[in-house]
């Protein structure tokens, strides 16, 4: 099979032998896969694929179901799904465990499909299982218009939160205040700290997601309201950061974070039927929808990466199989 391997920080083809489904897993012919900001740091060395992983990168997919393990027996031959998986996904073929695979919703087409499973897993399990999100309450998104971001704003509109995002231009805002967001700030030409104390009128968030890390962390605690929410989920700004521990005492913060794809199979399946059950049917009701910018073909996957470096893409990039 033409798989994208990595080799001295670069993407390249070559040709792999087709992998074989163990007892628990189901092997996927490959339509469409995602491209996603792990992978980058996959291929810069700075985020190794977990043991027993692939080493092809590659988190999500969409495709055909052709062959099951023995003990996959709820997933059949010839079923279409979308799937969450630990690498391979920039494959002709890909393995995945059967209890991530997801049907691939009405209406659906595989590129569509392909967008859901890294960004809704990640949100859900963040923003609504770890951080606790509750209607009327409010979520601050950092970087709204990407992969991220845009789920994060459907989903928590879907469910009754108020949310603000910062985005780093204004067709990027504007762009995110027609997906939902109550309010979009050009991080760019504001400043999100002030900006937050007066949409709030000083009362500040209750839940912050972030990607960004660094110096953002200290302004973060400074947009947090009493009993307020962290979750951190990427550093794009790095991992350091000066902290003043006297706000987290005395408005009672939470500072938590995560990684997914190190975490095992039990726990993502977990997440996968909460998602079935609470976000497949907002999906084929169209009340949300991933949003993808653009396609390349499996071949051109070094150019999907250069698009998603350079942050002028608004939504989710998929290669197509």
Not at 86 to 106: K, V
Not at 145 to 162: C, D, H, R, V, Y
Not at 227 to 239: F, H, K, S, T
Not at 264 to 277: E, P, Q, S, T, V
């Amino acid at each position: 099979m033409l798989a994208i391997e990595i080799s001295d920080h670069a993407l390249q083809h070559t040709d792999r032998p087709v992998p074989e489904p163990s007892e628990t897993d189901v092997l996927i012919k490959v339509a469409a896969a995602g491209v996603n900001r792990p992978d980058i740091m996959q291929r810069k060395g700075l985020y190794p694929a977990p043991s027993g992983a692939s080493d092809i990168p590659g988190l999500e997919v969409s495709g055909t179901v052709i062959k099951t393990g023995n003990h996959a027996k709820h997933i059949k031959t010839g079923d279409t799904v979308c799937a969450l998986v630990t690498g391979g996904g920039y494959a002709e073929y890909c393995i995945a465990n059967a209890d991530l695979c997801l049907p691939i919703p009405n209406n659906f087409n595989f590129i569509q499909a392909a967008a859901l499973p890294e960004t809704f897993f990640t949100v859900w399990s963040n923003v609504f299982d770890r951080a606790q999100l509750k209607e009327h309450e409010s979520l601050l998104i950092h970087g709204g218009s990407s992969g991220i971001g845009t789920t994060a704003i459907q989903l928590a509109k879907a469910f009754g939160a108020i949310v603000f995002v910062t985005a780093g231009s204004s067709v990027k805002c504007n762009f995110c205040i027609q997906l939902g967001a109550d309010a979009a700030i050009n991080y760019n030409d504001k400043d999100f700290v002030s900006e937050i104390d007066q949409i709030t009128q000083g009362r500040g968030v209750n839940v912050i997601l972030d990607i960004i890390g660094g110096d953002y962390f200290s302004r973060n605690l400074k947009c947090m309201g009493v009993d307020g929410r962290l979750v951190q989920i990427a550093i794009q700004n790095g991992p350091k950061a000066e902290v003043n521990l006297l706000p987290i005492m005395l408005k009672r913060l939470t500072i938590t974070g995560s990684t997914l794809r190190a975490r095992n199979n039990a726990f993502k399946k977990d997440i996968a039927d909460a998602l079935l059950k609470n976000v497949w049917p907002l999906l084929e009701s169209g009340k949300i929808k991933p949003i993808n910018n653009s396609t390349f073909a499996l071949e051109k996957a070094d150019k999907a990466h250069q698009l998603l470096e350079s942050s002028q893409h608004i939504g989710k990039i998929i290669l197509t199989v």
